[in-house]
């Protein structure tokens, strides 16, 4: 394996995911679809299989041993969540069923409390379908107006106009931190500033964020941050809201069913306190375990290291793509994570997708739920290679000279 700048022993790390050792059409996987869910270390593996195996009861609800070691553990999880992203309290972690469910919660409570008819909601053009619609849905029942950040060629968001969409009438900007799509990484630092001192709220989606780069909720100064555990080497089914502690409390609940409540008469219902407040009935318990190992495993090797290998990933193969005829890159942000949109004059990405697909490679096709972003650029959908840090250089040249072969086919 070829030695990198960083201190980064991939070789080792991958003797930690058990699926990169499979084989895909007689071929070794080749992993490049980490911007749709990332792999799964056996650390976390084990978590789930011990959890199932020794330890499975529910939370919060009764005395028993079990039952009581089940809640220790997950709110300890809800610890390690909460230093991860240096909130300032562990009960501005809610956990959620990913981003999607994170940013439904915000557009029904915050929405209830906070919008009315007339008022304003910035997005970007390049956000996910999931923080597109439930703001459509808000605006359409609130008969609120949803504006949208436009974009530059290289897919920069135009902060200018960010600037000019802003007003007293601005109640939520809500923007993802990096782009899915376009691997662009958001200034979302000074977008906060910017709409704070417009007096807005700000909801980050941080989806695409989290597993790449250093997030520090108190240092962005953002309300809300929403992302999902999946993407981040955790399971499916989980993800955190991070909230601020005093907006939480002043918003309505989410959904009612048990847990969110202090007591229940037929006359009158008083919530929990938070977080419960927003975890109404049994939650993905496994999950949240598997999140914190999942966190635990990303600490080991340390964030600003994964940061720098992804980085130097990206750069190779960006070079790489770049000297074969005809590919275009969609997505040339100055500030970009790891991800490599790209499209083959003449081909539909789908046909490159499937012929590697045979060469045991799996990368993403599509609009990646980023239709409207897919009409910025009038562009069907692209090819999309995202990369986690167990890829390698060696994996990204057998890609490269697929690609080749796939073109060659294809032209
Ligand atoms: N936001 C971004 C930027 C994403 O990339 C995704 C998933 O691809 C989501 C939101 C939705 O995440 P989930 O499906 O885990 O809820």
């Given at each position: ?8 022993n ?60 089940a ?9 390690t ?14 956990f ?5 469910g ?9 929405g209830?409390?906070h ?10 053009t ?5 923080n ?10 609130k ?35 990096v ?15 910017l ?89 993905n318990?496994?999950?949240?375990l ?30 790489k ?27 539909h ?5 499937m ?57």
């Amino acid at each position: 394996m070829e030695a990198t700048t960083y201190k980064l022993n991939v070789e080792e790390i991958r003797k930690d995911f058990p699926i990169l050792h499979r084989q895909v059409n007689g071929k070794p996987l080749i992993y490049f679809d980490n911007g749709a869910t990332s792999q799964k270390p056996r650390q976390v593996i084990d978590v789930i299989n011990r959890y199932y195996q020794h330890e499975n009861s529910n939370i919060h609800r009764g005395i028993h041993t079990l039952s009581q070691e089940a809640t220790d553990a997950y709110e300890k999880a809800r610890k390690t969540i909460q230093q991860f992203i240096n909130a300032q309290h562990h009960h501005e972690v809610i956990f959620t069923s990913g981003t999607t469910g994170s940013v439904n919660l915000v557009a029904s409570s915050f929405g209830k409390k906070h919008i009315q008819a007339g008022d304003e909601i910035i997005i970007s053009t390049m956000e996910h379908h999931s923080n597109i619609v439930p703001w459509q849905m808000l605006c359409e029942e609130k008969k609120a107006i949803l504006k949208v950040i436009p974009i530059n060629d290289k897919g920069e968001l135009l902060m200018e106009e960010f600037k000019r969409l802003l007003s007293p009438k601005t109640k939520l900007v809500t923007v993802t931190h990096v782009s899915n799509t376009l691997g662009t990484i958001n200034p979302v630092k000074e977008i906060i500033k910017l709409a704070k001192a417009a007096g807005a709220f700000v909801l980050i989606d941080g989806a695409q964020a989290v597993p790449h780069t250093k997030v520090d909720v108190q240092e962005l100064d953002c309300d809300f941050y929403a992302f999902s555990g999946h993407k981040m080497f955790g399971p499916t089914g989980v993800g955190i809201l991070y909230g601020k502690e005093a907006i939480l409390n002043e918003l309505p609940p989410y959904q009612g069913g048990g847990d969110m409540i202090k007591t229940v008469t037929f006359e009158k219902t008083t919530y929990n306190e938070l977080p419960h407040k927003f975890e109404a009935g049994t939650p993905n318990i496994v999950g949240g375990l598997g999140l914190a190992a999942a966190i635990d495993y990303m600490n080991k090797i340390g964030i600003t290291n994964i940061e720098a290998y992804e980085h130097e990933l990206l750069n190779y193969a960006t070079e790489k793509i770049k000297k074969i005829e005809g590919v275009r890159i969609i997505g040339e942000a100055a500030n970009k994570a790891s991800v490599l949109s790209f499209l083959v004059d003449g081909i539909h990405p789908s046909d490159i997708g499937m012929i590697i697909d045979k060469l045991g490679i799996a990368i993403r096709t599509g609009h990646h739920c980023t239709e409207p972003l897919m009409n910025r650029f009038d562009i069907p959908g692209t090819a999309r290679a995202s990369f986690a840090f167990y890829n390698t250089k060696e994996e990204i040249d057998t890609f490269i000279l697929a690609l080749e072969r796939a073109l060659k086919m294809l032209l």
